[in-house]
């Protein structure tokens, strides 16, 4: 592995003393709220409904007063009516994966953008990031958050920052062996595959300038990491974010890779019982829960991120005194990450029900094949889907094969079978079966 | 003059037409023609029988787990010697008719060879193209004519 020349990129922030760091925190919190429920009907509502007002926040425990924001509300206010700022202030949309057809949106400013810009400055520079790098961003460029964070971030901190985008493999390699790429980021998945395709189109490593690595958009595992490591002979760090927060960035992995420090002048977390509701204290598995306290267009208020995970607040050998977020262990809900992109079930049925106008019974099966994440769809016949002609079924197929690429973003191998022959279990309908060995 | 087809749905797996064979001898029932269409992905069989083997054929298709419906299709008596299906296939020709899929069976009638048409035309609905074939001396077998076979 190559040497490490991790540093930090806000060591003012990054390595504030804790107490002074709670009470910026406050501060913030304190003002976060008071915009939100000047400008933000939902919440104002919400906060009237529990007879809280924003003068009530007096401590940081006070934010467990505040009401939980989900994932439905971002839908039911789509697009802007989350907005705590007048549009004409939005300089910024991106997107991601909404539980029906409909993505989620969010809406920045230019102070959220510059907030998000920081926190992978943060994230690439702890992954060894300087001006004197070059970056290969292999995130896929658009709503998406991941590629235009990691360029915003490599931006700001002066890196030559090279914008491929997802895809094409052959081309991914030759740039980064033509450039002398010092550094990459992706979902960690994909980078496996690139490190064997490297392989195999007999490329020398050691033409590569490659020393580390920051992945992330998808859970992984420490074996992936050593898989990284030793096919790249880099440093691989992960990176945690998510689009209603602000992006990739919200928590990343320092030198001592034993977890991501959470950007805590930005943003608070809790965990919480996801029975409950209730606050678990640092150190309990649970569902990790964000409050924004410095985004002014689109701020989130406990927002339910539906990850399960644990905080660490012990000090960490790198210096930094952010708390510490471990790996993503499972989720709250039935969404699926498959190659980096959020997938609900109910999108998936949301297509069938608009393609063969029933909602047959269906199973994603989610497997990962050659370091590719795979997705089968498999959907029971129905009579109405059913005919004698094979033109027929297969035009159903493709439809739905179609339909899925454009609500979901990914493709998916769709197989009809015959009614009745996915599982039926009982209760509450398994609707998914993930193959991947993603937990330790 | 139309007469019932089975279509069942296939998977493209192992053994689903040899299950689909041993549910219809345990049913007791005489496949009068079967025809496969196969694509990479799945395939569709094709199978006439006699009517009062129809639905007990769906039946134990059905309960088998397959996916199975009944349609109706064309059985044209077809000269056996050069150019018998020739004419039959120029009257479907000129009359712009599309051909969906068709099949022969082992089975002769009048020394004719028999096939299984399935017809689409984007102007007539199927009763239109039956009258059009047989004004144009297409021999139709009607359903009794095939439970007799």
Known sequence: ??????????????????????????????????????????????????????????????????????????????PFGLLAAPKSEIVRIQGSSGTTGKPIVSGYTANDVEVWTEMVA?????????KDDIVQVTYGYGLFTGGLGAHQGATRIGAMTVPMSSGNTNRQLMMMHDLGVTMLCCTPSYAIYLGESLKELGYDLNEFQLKSGCFGAEPWTEEMREKL???????????????????????YECPAKTGMHICEDHVIAEIIDPETGEPLPYGSSGELVFTTITKTGMPMIRYRTHDICILNEEPCSCGRTHIRMGRITGRTDDMLIIRGVN?????????????????????????????????????????????????????????????????????????LVPPKSIPRSEGKSKRTIDKRQLTE | MFITQISVYLENVRGTLRSLTGILAAAGIDMLGLSVADTTNFGIARIVVREKDSSAAIDALTGAGYMAMKNLVLCAAVPNKPAGLDSVLAVVDEQNL????????????????????????????????????????????????????
Do not use: W
């Open chain 2, 98 to 149: 599309f051909i969906e899929y068709m099949y022969s069976f082992n089975y002769s009638i009048e020394g004719n060879a028999l096939m299984i048409l399935r017809l689409t035309s984007k102007d007539m609905d199927n009763e239109t193209i039956v009258k059009t074939l047989i004004e144009n001396g297409v021999r139709l077998l009607s359903q009794e004519e095939v439970n007799a076979l």
């Open chain 1, 122 to 130: 943060r994230a690439l520079s702890a992954a060894g990031c300087s």
């Open chain 1, 229 to 251: 490591e030793s096919l790249f002979d880099i440093n691989a760090y992960n990176i945690y974010g998510l689009t209603e927060i602000a992006g990739p960035g919200v928590s």
């Open chain 1, 343 to 415: 997938v609900f079930p109910s999108q998936i049925e949301s297509v069938l029900l608009r393609v063969a106008g029933v909602a047959p019974h269906y199973m994603l099966i989610v497997d990962r094949v050659n370091s590719t994440d795979t997705l089968e769809v498999q959907v029971e016949l129905t009579d109405e889907m059913f005919s004698d002609k094979v033109a027929d079924i297969e035009h159903i197929r493709d439809e739905i094969k179609e339909q899925i690429k454009s609500v979901v973003g990914i493709s998916a191998a769709v197989k």
């Open chain 1, 1 to 78: 592995m190559k040497k490490n020349d991790s540093r930090i990129y806000n060591p003012a922030v990054e390595c504030m003393n804790r107490d002074e760091l709670h009470k910026l925190q406050l501060a913030r919190l304190q003002e976060t709220v008071k915009l939100v429920y000047a400008n933000v009907p939902v919440y104002r509502e919400r906060m009237d409904a529990k007879g809280v007002k924003p003068d009530d926040i007096q401590s940081l425990k006070d934010i467990a007063k505040l009401p939980f924001t989900n994932k439905t509300d971002l839908r039911d206010q789509f």
